[in-house]
């Protein structure tokens, strides 16, 4: 019996808008807090956040301002749903297809047999997923999948995917495409947890190319562990005015504790010893989050730089991030033993193995 092809992360092209929100949304931020309690609050996480930018698709306001100013898409109110899901539909596509350019830049995308879409801050019939596949001029007998409400681990299961179509079809090429768009969904909040949530993130897109020719990275084995009683830790929930994220103030913490259990520990890194690994990249959920990860494997200062980077220059971008970590450790030093590792909704871990073609 012949044995399984190996899927490899050939490439990976990444794009971000222009538009950068970061410091006005801090602004906007601090002016709904009333307690200066609060303010300080605000204030001291913020500088600590580790987040220089964020960005977004929205359209700037009169005379250049954020979409929180005079002519922004926030200035008179809060949209309904459906105006930000229109705006999705269009610009979802868009940066997706700048990410794919990207992509195309580094190597030929001829003969792409599937594409694997995924994205969280949107939904349209048809789906995201066909536009990009109509606007790359792809066959129509391209098979497609769209992977929806994820959240953070989703390119996980969107290169996951792609490994194991590789693996029973070795003739397949497979675009995998994280497109994320967490700006349309800024919430009317006077309240800190939420506004530091809303903090963290901002749009952004990638692209890989898996396929079995030996270029890039291999991925190794999928893995996945769930933390016990964490249901309500993160949470996603449509509204008449866009998608209310919930991101509790006791991720970093429980995490941490979930992390101390070897079992768990064991299982969010696929049964691998941390000594063991030479490349990593996690999924920049927020400062906190590659702290926990950092001091429950004993890792140096330089293990998490290019998570620590991602973050710095771009925010969280939902399951953009983790693609982005990669294609950045792709354009670095060869990697003998790395573990791709993102966390989401569930509270759930998911990762894989990766490592560089010989």
Request: hydrophobic share 50%; charged share 15%.
């Amino acid at each position: 019996m012949s044995q399984p092809a190996q899927a490899f992360i050939n490439a990976i092209g990444t794009a971000v808008p222009d538009n950068d929100i970061h410091q006005a949304f801090i602004g906007w931020a601090r002016a709904r807090l009333a307690a200066p309690r609060d303010r300080a609050l605000f204030d001291r996480m913020a500088a600590r956040s580790g987040i220089a930018h964020r960005w977004s698709v929205l359209p700037r306001g009169e005379d250049g301002g954020s979409p929180v100013e005079r002519g922004g898409f926030y200035a008179d109110g809060q949209p309904g749903t459906g105006a930000r899901m229109a705006l999705y539909a269009e610009a979802a596509p868009a940066l997706a297809l700048e990410a794919t350019a990207a992509l195309a830049g580094q190597l030929p995308l001829g003969g792409i047999t599937h594409l694997v879409v995924a994205s969280c801050t949107g939904f349209v019939a048809p789906g995201i997923d066909q536009a990009i596949a109509s606007r790359l001029g792809l066959s129509p007998t391209l098979e497609r999948l769209l992977i929806g409400f994820m959240g953070c681990y989703a390119a996980v299961t969107a290169l996951r995917t792609a490994h194991h179509i590789v693996r029973s079809q070795p003739e397949a090429r497979v675009l995998v495409v994280c497109v994320e768009l967490s700006s349309l969904h800024l919430q009317d909040s006077d309240a800190v947890e939420p506004l530091l949530a809303m903090l963290q993130f901002g749009d952004g897109a990638a692209a890989a190319l898996v396929t079995a020719e030996p270029r890039g990275f291999a991925i190794d084995a999928p893995f996945a562990a769930t933390l016990p009683d964490s249901a309500g830790l993160i949470g996603w929930d449509i509204t008449d005015h866009g998608f209310a994220m919930h991101l509790s103030g006791e991720v970093p913490a429980r995490l941490a504790a979930g992390l101390a259990d070897p079992a768990f520990a064991a299982a969010a890194l696929g049964g691998r010893a941390p000594g063991t690994i030479d490349g990593w990249a996690v999924h920049a959920g927020g400062r906190s989050i590659l702290d926990a990860v950092e001091h429950a494997f004993a890792l140096d200062g330089e293990a998490l730089a290019v998570s620590r980077a991602v973050l710095r220059d771009c925010g969280n971008m939902s399951s953009a991030t983790l693609m982005m970590a990669l294609a950045r450790l792709l354009d670095a030093r060869p990697v003998d033993a790395g573990v791709a590792l993102a966390f989401g909704p569930g509270l759930a871990a998911e990762g894989f193995g990766f490592r560089s073609a010989p």
